[in-house]
């Protein structure tokens, strides 16, 4: 039997989960800014050595083409923390989701079984009468179908019947 403060405190520390995982979100969220960032300052530093290059330093374009590694790393870093995101945020959306349904369940439950508990007798002794006249009906209906079958078979068995008296009579009559 789960308590009234199981649930709350189970609903609590879903929710604690929940915040926790909005914080570590949002920490994602700010590294994706860094990297943000850091790709901007990246960009503008290659963009600056590729027109030194362009002026005629030889010297420098190992160090265009090591931006350049940097930066496709960076790029790369960037979409893969992005995807991980998407992907942990979408993990959390159905976590929470299933939590939240299996709480609305078991709350649905726990409030049929405190109002069936807190019922007056005479309501209780109506619900009772209510199940018992319903399994009546179940077994009324299952009585008149049964007699359904039969009276459909001896129908059947009539115009039989009937269909061999008339040919009786017109044999006896060709006769």
Do not use: F, P
């Not at 160090?63 to 930066?71: P, V």
């Not at 009906?137 to 129908?155: F, G, H, N, T």
């Amino acid at each position: 039997v789960v308590t009234r403060d199981d649930v709350e405190e189970s609903l609590k520390a879903k929710w604690q989960y929940v915040k926790d995982q909005e914080q570590l979100l949002k920490d994602l969220h700010s590294q994706m800014e860094k990297a943000g960032q850091r790709l901007s300052e990246k960009q503008s530093e290659r963009d600056y050595w590729l027109e030194y290059k362009n002026v005629g330093s030889k010297a420098q374009a190992n160090r265009i083409m090591n931006l350049e590694k940097d930066i496709k790393e960076v790029e790369d870093d960037l979409y893969r923390t992005a995807e991980y995101h998407r992907n942990a945020l979408k993990a959390v959306k159905e976590e929470n989701d299933k939590l939240l349904e299996g709480h609305m369940k078991l709350i649905k439950e726990q409030a049929c079984e405190n109002a069936v508990r807190y019922l007056d007798k005479n309501s209780c002794r109506e619900i009772e009468e209510n199940e018992w006249l319903k399994e009546e009906i179940k077994r009324y209906q299952k009585e008149v179908s049964d007699l359904k079958a039969s009276i459909q078979l001896l129908e059947e068995e009539n115009i039989a019947l009937v269909t061999n008296l008339i040919d009786v009579r017109l044999q006896n009559l060709r006769a």
